[in-house]
């Protein structure tokens, strides 16, 4: 360095203020992420950062605000083991899990709250995320489980940091969370497939042990007795493909006459078409099938999968949202927000 050369002082907020004409008091409030500000001055003050070349400090940011401006995403409920050494892009690259985070990051990004994604499918990987909600390295966690008595959303409370979780916890407790109408869902596809003229049902159904996962099937046989089929077979599968089709073989296997068939998540009703094609069964011709999600694997199933949509995105949106309340507001703020499903018609039904 030029000995000769005189340092120059880093821009401040008083700068930043100065250029964009208003009070410091108001760029503290824009840097440091509070949305009660006019979206005009936010703008204002944002174009002076620029300007000036404004970098705020995120050590002192976290001292004034006691905020770290990152939240924790916490997946627990997949198939593969942790200790695999693909296991977190397997999780990603599940449909559902990855619609759910990538829009957690997009609904985030805005506020300046960034994700820190932990997976907690293990006793040692569920300690080491409470350590970290405990030890005040994120302000909140958004919890997405497929459990059916996952103690996580108990657990996460328990460490006083704010919490939203994805679907109806397994047990009542105060706690936020974000759902579908799942058994509205499972009577969508049962009217749809009688009013397509199937008179012989089936389902593919998910873990007993999942709320959703019931509430699909007793929606389906709810829709379905009321119009006068009073038993409906199942098969219990894991909402994988592989258990979709076997599953789908053994429901045929066991119910020949089959002609109609709803499957609790996309996954396994793409492993139905295996197993469909695999005993020569045409599909819809002779077998209507139904998932639920709308995922990508909907489009890419052959025939493209009629489903019942869960707007994914929409709801890890909603999610954002309550647990930004929460962390504004201080305190606990237990709320509940129900999605209503809709069926989405292609190829298979």
């Keep these: 360095m030029d000995p000769t050369r005189t340092p120059v002082a880093a821009p401040t907020l008083e700068d930043v203020a100065r250029v964009a004409g208003v009070s410091r008091a108001t760029v503290s409030r824009v840097i440091n992420g509070q949305r009660h500000v006019k979206p005009t001055l936010q703008a204002t003050v944002m174009e002076a950062v620029a300007m000036t070349g404004y970098v705020p400090n995120r050590a002192a940011?976290?001292?004034?605000?006691?905020?770290?401006?990152?939240?924790?995403?916490?997946?627990?409920?997949?198939?593969?083991?942790p200790d695999d050494e693909?296991?977190?892009?397997?999780?990603?690259?599940?449909?559902?899990?990855?619609?759910?985070?990538?829009?957690?990051i997009r609904a985030l990004?805005?506020?300046?709250?960034?994700?820190?994604?932990?997976?907690?499918?293990?006793?040692?990987?569920?300690?080491?995320?409470?350590?970290?909600?405990r030890f005040g390295n994120a302000d909140g966690a958004l919890l997405v489980s497929t459990h059916g008595a996952d103690p996580l959303p108990r657990l996460v409370m328990g460490t006083g940091r704010p919490v939203v979780v994805f679907a109806h916890p397994p047990e009542p407790m105060p706690v936020s969370y974000v759902d579908v109408a799942n058994a509205d869902g499972g009577r969508l596809a049962a009217h749809h497939l009688l009013d397509r003229g199937c008179r012989s049902l089936g389902v593919v159904a998910g873990p007993e042990g999942v709320r959703a996962a019931r509430e699909r099937l007793s929606g389906f046989r709810d829709a379905a007795a009321r119009r006068g089929h009073a038993?409906?077979?199942?098969?219990?599968?894991?909402?994988?493909?592989?258990?979709?089709?076997?599953a789908a073989t053994l429901l045929l296997e066991q119910n020949p006459a089959l002609d109609g068939i709803f499957a609790a998540n996309d996954l396994?009703?793409?492993?139905?078409?295996?197993?469909?094609?695999?005993?020569g069964r045409r599909v819809p011709d002779d077998v209507a099938v139904v998932g639920f999600d709308d995922s990508a694997a909907a489009e890419q199933a052959r025939p493209r999968l009629t489903t019942v949509r869960q707007p994914v995105e929409q709801m890890a949106a909603e999610m954002a949202r309550l647990l930004l309340a929460q962390i504004d507001a201080g305190?606990?703020?237990?709320?509940?927000?129900?999605?209503?499903?809709t069926l989405v018609v292609r190829e298979s039904a």
Excluded: C, N
Aim: glycine share 8%; aromatic share 8%; no cysteine.
């Design 86 to 104: 693909l296991y977190l892009p397997g999780v990603l690259a599940d449909p559902f899990f990855g619609r759910t985070v990538g829009s957690f």
């Design 268 to 279: 396994m009703a793409q492993g139905a078409l295996r197993a469909l094609a695999a005993a």
């Design 231 to 246: 038993f409906v077979p199942s098969v219990e599968g894991v909402f994988t493909f592989d258990s979709g089709e076997a």
């Design 331 to 341: 305190e606990p703020l237990v709320q509940s927000s129900i999605f209503e499903p």
């Design 61 to 81: 940011r976290s001292l004034v605000t006691r905020r770290t401006g990152t939240v924790a995403v916490i997946i627990s409920g997949t198939e593969q083991e």
């Design 109 to 133: 990004r805005p506020h300046d709250v960034h994700p820190v994604l932990l997976v907690a499918d293990s006793d040692a990987a569920r300690d080491q995320a409470l350590a970290y909600l």
